[in-house]
């Protein structure tokens, strides 16, 4: 009796076990670490992409220059979570850089976008219809960690319109999203303009993306 109901429970277990990775697949996860040809590299004018020092990374080296990558994942409908970690390197620490995900890709006319800064800031913009919006305007946030090349764990859930930011495992921001798709996602970084400028560089480990 004892061997059957000790069975049991390790059949349940299973069965418990299988249910929540059901509910809950990975639709796509990376370290990001080491170099991967499902990720784009290369380089243009303002910008390069690449794997350097442990790290994927995408620079940007004009004033106002805007660089990103896409997951190797054709896109993701919603319920889902992304999630990774990201660090912000400035030539010039007085001045400003940004990263961040890039979700909800159709094309450039329509995507949304959360940036973080070096500064402990965050926001984000949408474009809809090729019209810019910022349905979350930068804010300053002490979820965030500041300083050139600190690394914070940036993580968003979108369901239909809704969208719940979380930063280092602290919910910041609920939002309403103008645009619903079930677009691609990506890593961008984006360079300061005039005054603000200097190099910028977002570098991104441990991406995951998941479906709820």
Known sequence: MKQRFVTLIIILTI??????????PIVYQSTLSASD????????????????????????????????????VSSISYPYSISVDASIQLTDTSKLGYCGFIFNFVDINDYTALMITSGGRFGIFEFANGSYS???PITQTNALKQGSGVV????????????????????INNFTLALVSNGRVGLFAQSA????????????????????
């Open 152 to 171: 914070n764990t940036i993580q968003l859930t979108q369901n239909s319109n809704s969208v719940e930011i979380r930063i280092n495992d602290t919910v």
């Open 15 to 24: 069965i418990i076990s299988c249910k929540k990775s059901e509910e809950n």
């Open 134 to 136: 910022m349905p979350v």
């Open 37 to 72: 040809p499902s990720w784009y590299t290369g380089s243009g004018v303002g910008y390069s992409i690449g794997f350097s020092q442990g790290k994927y990374e995408i620079s940007t080296t004009s004033s106002g220059s805007f660089a990103y990558a896409f997951a190797p």
């Open 193 to 212: 303009t005039d005054r603000s400028f200097t190099n910028t560089i977002g570098g991104f480990n441990n991406l995951v993306m998941k479906k709820l």
